[in-house]
């Protein structure tokens, strides 16, 4: 005996999946960085120091004079024994004048005349002390300066970003099939049969 049959064959549907990463690129350029530094102005003025050293006194101490001094000193010294000689005779004038009241006059004048003068002697340091004047101006300084800021500029470039999306592309591999079969399969009716 033959049963009828009915045969289902089928297959499933299959999906594809294509992914695409994202991709995301970024460029950060430098920025750029200017920076000036200005010298500093820088004034200095000095007064030169001074160092006076006067030796004068000293050099007379020892006998070395200028010409000038040797000439004013024996011009004051030739004045001073004129007056001491003009006074000298006129003393020994009014003593003369005076013989009549007795004395020695003449004898006491040529012996005083005839004397040299008693010299005084005493300790003496030469040159002198002070004989060297030492003057000193230790000058001046004045300093004068100003700071000049740096000068920066600064330019910041942005960075620069390129991005693509990821996706997804979903499509099917394979379509769903079904396959039907029959066998043995009949219709049968009033006088009349039929396979299928």
Do not use: C
């Amino acid at each position: 005996m033959q049963l009828p049959q009915i045969r289902l064959e089928s297959t499933f549907a299959q999906t594809e999946i294509n992914t695409y990463k994202s991709v995301l690129e970024i460029e950060q350029p430098k920025s750029e960085l200017s920076i000036q530094q200005p010298k500093a102005d820088l004034n200095i003025n000095r007064t030169p120091s001074r160092l006076t050293i006067d030796q004068t006194k000293a050099r007379e101490d020892v006998d070395l004079k200028h010409i000038s001094r040797r000439i004013e000193e024996a011009a004051q010294r030739g004045y001073q024994d004129w007056l001491s000689g003009l006074a000298r005779v006129s003393q020994d004038g009014d003593e003369l004048m005076m013989i009549e009241n007795g004395g020695h006059t003449i004898a006491a004048q040529a012996k005083r005349n005839s004397e040299s003068p008693m010299l005084e002697f005493n300790i003496g340091w030469i040159p002198s002390a002070g004989g060297v004047k030492i003057g000193y101006d230790p000058g001046k300084v004045d300093i004068n300066w100003k700071v000049n800021k740096p000068i920066i500029e600064a330019a910041i470039n942005n960075p620069i970003i390129n991005y693509t999306p990821g996706k997804a592309e979903v499509s099917l591999k394979h379509y769903p099939t079904l396959k039907i079969d029959f066998e043995n399969l009949r219709h049968v009716g009033i006088n009349y049969e039929q396979s299928i």
